[in-house]
């Protein structure tokens, strides 16, 4: 009963910028986490951000100081700014969204994934 969006992907070059978004949709009561993760083709999905209902984030080390992450709750969507990317940043991106639906039911939704792809 949740969908969730991407779009911002693309191909860029190393040292420029993207934006990505995810806007969930539902019978959502409350959004509590809302993150982004990659993976590449053969390894294990990796976090890249999280952002708490309150605003508190999170960051993979390789990320910090390059990318922001950031949430309008009122439109249920989450944000990650990409900047100074890299060719290492290449990969398939997903949105993670957890919260509550109506009336009373905890769930866990991913989107379908946007690919970013950093030419050296």
């Known amino acids: 009963q949740v969908q969730l969006v991407e779009s911002g992907g693309g191909l860029v070059q190393a040292g420029g910028s993207l934006r990505l978004s995810c806007a969930a949709s539902?019978?959502?009561?409350?959004?509590?986490?809302m993150g982004w993760y990659r993976q590449a083709p053969g390894k294990q999905r990796e976090l890249v951000a999280t952002i708490t209902s309150s605003g508190s984030t999170n960051y993979a080390d390789s990320v910090k100081g390059r990318f922001a992450i950031s949430r309008d709750n009122a439109k249920n969507t989450v944000y990650l700014q990409m900047n100074s990317l890299k060719p290492e940043d290449t990969d398939v991106y997903y949105c993670?969204?957890?919260?509550?639906?109506?009336?009373?039911?905890?769930?866990?939704?991913w989107g379908q994934g946007t690919q970013v792809t950093v030419s050296s």
């Open positions: 539902g019978s959502i009561f409350s959004i509590n986490a």
């Open positions: 993670n969204v957890q919260g509550r639906l109506w009336p009373n039911r905890d769930f866990v939704s």
